[in-house]
């Protein structure tokens, strides 16, 4: 097989390379996939560099999110859920490669009628979305959301699945391109959040539209970026702010006094710890976020601004993510349809 192997750790995604290895064989427990499109991630760009929280013993290849075909089901399974042939998406580590072993718990069916581009890049994003809007901040037809950096990986997910629930979304993002984004999801307002005003731009817009209580701010907020404290400033009585992610590099602290003198719940998320603390939302999540695909309320985010076509394009598509440059999932095409064996 073909994939990216860190052998030692590298100052950026420019010094990664394609290297050649032996193909996995088939596995007890794992199934064997041929990937056609991997996701990337801003943790892929600490671990390549040896500062993440997950850092395998060298060497390792390098990706985790991918969407492919299943070559094998594992050897010692009786009963496997997928069959040779089948479409998968999923998380594994060693996504940026044209092959990975990867467990059943990690792998969900593509859904009908979507590219591996789109499945790549929905493991991650839409399950933290949905569990943090449904399952921690309860959303309700009729709330109004506030969706921090709305146009990236999650933000885009949290706007359609606010709406789709009924909700009204006031999306944040620092471009008017990304704005235009966050609006073409389904965002009813965007706002410039590189503007020091913007809590005051949130409040106006929940002053002349809202009723009672909303008028004052928002129900939730939505926050993978780091803005609690300011978020405070608009956001209305029995609100909801999800600490959904720290984007902007800083952990925040914030001065309980107006969580209390507001009423407010701050409410944190991690998915990835719901397989081992509370499996059984992880069933209800996905069920939710595959009937919302179903009715047509959920659509893939993948990046459409550029193309990177092939693993030795991973390098340009991991400085693009880095630099703030692109939108949704950014995702590689690893293998190109006719070139697959299935
Ligand atoms: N809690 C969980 O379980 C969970 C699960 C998945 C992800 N996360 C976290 O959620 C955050 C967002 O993930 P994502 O996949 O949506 O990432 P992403 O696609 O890279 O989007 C992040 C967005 O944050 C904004 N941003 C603000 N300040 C930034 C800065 N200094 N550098 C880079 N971006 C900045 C950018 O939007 P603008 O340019 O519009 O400002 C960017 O589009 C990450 O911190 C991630 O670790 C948490």
Known sequence: MRAIQVSQYVKGPLDLKVTELPTPSPSPDNYLIEIHSAGTNFFDLLQIQGKYQHQPPLPWVSGAEFAGTVLATPTASPKPKFKVGDRVFGASQ??????????????????????????????????????????????QPGDWVLVHAAAGGVGLSAVQIAKAKGATVIATAGTERKRE??????????????????????????????????????????????????????????????????????????????VLLKNVSIVGLHWGQYAKHEKETVGAVWKGIFDLVKQGKFRGTAFTDESFVGLESVPRALKALGGRETWGKVVVKVVDGKQSKL
């Open 181 to 258: 984004v966050a609006r073409a999801f389904g965002a009813d307002y965007v706002i410039d959040y590189k503007q020091p005003t913007w809590p005051d731009e949130v409040k106006k817009l929940c002053a002349a539209h809202r009723k009672g209580n909303g008028k004052a701010g928002v129900d939730i907020v939505y926050d993978p970026v780091g803005m609690i404290e300011q978020s405070l400033k608009c956001v209305a009585w029995n609100g909801r702010l999800l600490v959904i992610g720290f984007a902007a590099g800083k952990i925040e602290k914030v001065a309980l006094n107006r």
């Open 94 to 139: 060693g996504a940026y490669a044209t092959h990975i072993l990867a467990p059943e718990i990690a792998l969900l069916p593509v859904p009908e009628g979507w590219s591996f581009e789109d499945a790549a890049g929905l493991f991650v994003t839409a399950p933290t979305s949905y569990g943090g809007l449904v399952h921690r901040a309860n959303v």
